[in-house]
């Protein structure tokens, strides 16, 4: 098409707008369908030449998928992880378990056993030397004891033995500071010393005068020796303490058969009951004690270092059946002095485990003739010197 015109009858097109800016049209302007979009009329104040964005419609929500039958809706907590105990964590528990029972045990007895006040002061008493003294004393007490285990115990008639108390066993068991050997010395019952307040007269009337107090006395003036401990058992008890750990095992060199007990032990490796281990260190009327007192006294050591050895055994501390019954057994059939506690009693079992294998000396204090009544003072002298000064005794004193 041609246009005329001034220009020779060629007319030019419109100029065009510049490069780069892009032509305004007129947008159309249509209704919007129902629930799409917005009316143009809301916005009525927008500049021209402003761009709509693109409408994007709602998204519906994410179906989720239905819950299973065996599960609860909404879905439960995942179960928590259990901790499972390691080899420390049960080994930390029964050590504290037996802590706790080890407390329980120990303070069950401290506060069982019975006490006596045995070491009370008095002028002239011996000054406390080397080492620590235990009086061990095992008296002929029936308290407790019904008629019938009186005959069964053969114990005897208290009044055709005089009436009282009195003490078939006086030791006094020396428990030294250094390395040398603890020592068990027995005092026989007949030896005749200086009583305090009543004259000259058998060791062991002192018990009967004055109990467990005069002998104290009587021992340490005999001895020179400060004794620091107290520790005494019945018949009842002591046959108790024996029947509770299932008896104790004993070799018995020769047939025993007292005349005066009637109690009969045969030679031989065996299991004494609480009557024939009470018989066995009673004994002196029979063909197997010739020496009376003496051989008793030495029976009496070597039962106590069985007996010792076999409460400290693991059969016995580890068995129910025998621990408990002694742990019940123990308070009614010992007694120690009011200063005295379980941990001094420890003390001394420890120290005495060593009768039967040696490592304790054992001796009777050494006597001029076979009745025991008289003291060798010279060599007497030298067994209580090395006590006093824990040195080793020598053996020209030793009497077994």
């Known amino acids: 098409m041609t246009y005329r015109g001034d220009d020779g009858g ?117 000054v406390a030397e080397s080492g620590t003294n235990w009086l061990i004393v095992g008296s002929d007490s029936r308290e407790g004891l019904t008629a019938e285990d009186e005959e069964r115990l053969a114990t005897g008639d208290v009044a055709a033995a005089g009436g009282g108390q009195r003490t078939d066993t006086i030791m006094v068991a020396h428990i030294p500071d250094n390395s040398t050997k603890p020592t068990l010395l027995s005092l026989p019952r007949d030896s005749q010393v200086k009583i305090p307040g009543h004259g000259t007269n058998k060791i062991n009337a002192a018990f009967s005068l004055g109990g467990p107090s005069l002998l104290a006395q009587t021992v340490e003036g005999a001895t020179g020796l400060h004794i620091d401990h107290y520790a005494e058992i019945g018949f009842g008890g002591f046959a108790k303490i024996v029947d509770a750990i299932g008896g104790v095992d004993m070799c018995v060199d020769k047939d025993m058969n007292d005349t005066f007990t009637n109690i009969s032990i045969k030679a031989g490796c065996q299991s004494l009951d609480g009557r024939s281990a009470l018989g066995f260190v009673r004994m002196r009327h029979s063909e197997a004690t010739p020496r009376s007192d003496l051989d008793r006294v030495a029976n009496q050591r070597k039962f106590i270092g069985a007996l010792v050895s076999q409460i400290a055994s693991p059969g016995t501390v580890l068995n129910p059946f025998h621990f408990f019954p002694l742990l019940s057994s123990a308070p009614d059939a010992l007694t120690m002095d009011s200063g005295d506690h379980v941990h001094n009693l420890v003390g001394l079992a420890i120290a005495m485990r060593g009768i039967s294998s040696g490592g304790v000396v054992t001796t009777t204090v050494p006597i001029t003739s076979a009745s025991a009544e008289n003291w060798d003072k010279n060599k007497s002298k030298q067994l209580f010197d090395a006590l006093k000064n824990d040195t080793e005794i020598p053996d020209s004193v030793i009497v077994n």
């Open 10 to 126: 060629r007319r030019m097109p419109p100029p065009r707008p510049p490069a780069g800016r892009p032509r305004d049209h007129q947008r159309a302007q249509m209704m919007p369908l129902p629930g799409r979009g917005q009316s143009p009329y809301d916005e009525r104040t927008r500049p021209m030449g402003h761009r709509e964005q693109d409408y994007v419609p709602p998204q519906p929500p994410p179906r989720q998928p239905p819950p299973r039958q065996d599960e609860d809706y909404p879905p439960s907590r995942p179960p928590r992880r259990r901790r499972r105990w390691g080899f420390g964590r049960i080994l930390m528990t029964l050590l504290l378990v037996f802590v706790v029972f080890l407390t329980g045990v120990w303070v069950y007895l401290e506060f069982s056993i019975k006490r006596v006040d045995a070491l009370a002061d008095y002028s002239g008493r011996p």
